[in-house]
T-cell receptor
């Protein structure tokens, strides 16, 4: 499983766009990039998953450059409720059989008023 | 229904007690997982069940015993735990379709304290 590196913490303000970058230099050909969000004392929640270029859903966008050695989670117009830990995971999560998620340390995002 | 439920929410047990954690989902997911999460740390995988069979055991001590009685239920039996086993225990499930496994849905967790 590819190792990921993210900033330990980030601060921003309500209404701003927040971009969290994840480095994954050893990503394999079959690997997908997946982001989860976790609030205190709750289970992680799936945000978005992508393989290359750009993926967008109702919550976030995921930008992946051509070499796929990094990715950026973009949260548009954040609010106080986006304060959480964000995890970037890389792996062949769509492979057959059991799925093994290995969480890195994550990025603790704090949104200020 | 896109919910994974876990009971109890909180559990306090002594080192000689036997207790069980329960997890339930009705999304038709055929993969289910147990994770352990210590404070301010990421979740760590413990066990994975695929089609009700144990497929991954991450070298978890035998005082933790998982059970998957049917496709909707997952239990974690606890016996002779140590204080360092105190943590948030998370259950998750994921869809398996066409040979592929999709994103995991997590429950809210059981906060376990071992005294």
């Amino acid at each position: 499983l590819a190792k990921t590196t993210q900033p330990i913490s980030m601060d921003s303000y309500e209404g701003q766009e927040v971009n969290i970058t994840c480095s994954h230099n050893n990503i394999a050909t079959n690997d997908y990039i997946t982001w989860y969000q976790q609030f205190p004392s709750q289970g992680p929640r799936f945000i978005i998953q992508g393989y290359k270029t750009k993926v967008t859903n109702e919550v976030a966008s995921l930008f992946i450059p051509a070499d796929r050695k990094s990715s950026t989670l973009s949260l548009p117009r954040v609010s106080l409720s986006d304060t959480a830990v964000y995890y970037c995971l890389v792996g062949d999560y769509r492979s057959q059989g059991a799925q093994k998620l290995v969480f890195g340390q994550g990025t603790r995002l704090t949104i200020n008023p | 229904d896109t919910e994974v439920t876990q009971t109890p929410k909180h559990l306090v047990m002594g080192m000689t007690n036997k207790k069980s954690l329960k997890c339930e989902q009705h999304m038709g997911h055929r993969a289910m997982y147990w994770y352990k999460q210590k404070a301010k740390k990421p979740p760590e995988l413990m066990f994975v069940y695929s089609y009700e069979k144990l497929s991954i055991n991450e070298s978890v001590p035998s005082r933790f015993s998982p059970e998957c009685p049917n496709s909707s239920l997952l239990n974690l039996h606890l016996h002779a735990l140590q204080p360092e086993d105190s943590a948030l225990y998370l259950c998750a499930s994921s869809q398996v379709s066409g040979g592929l496994t999709y994103e995991q849905y997590f429950g809210p967790g059981t906060r376990l304290t071992v005294t």
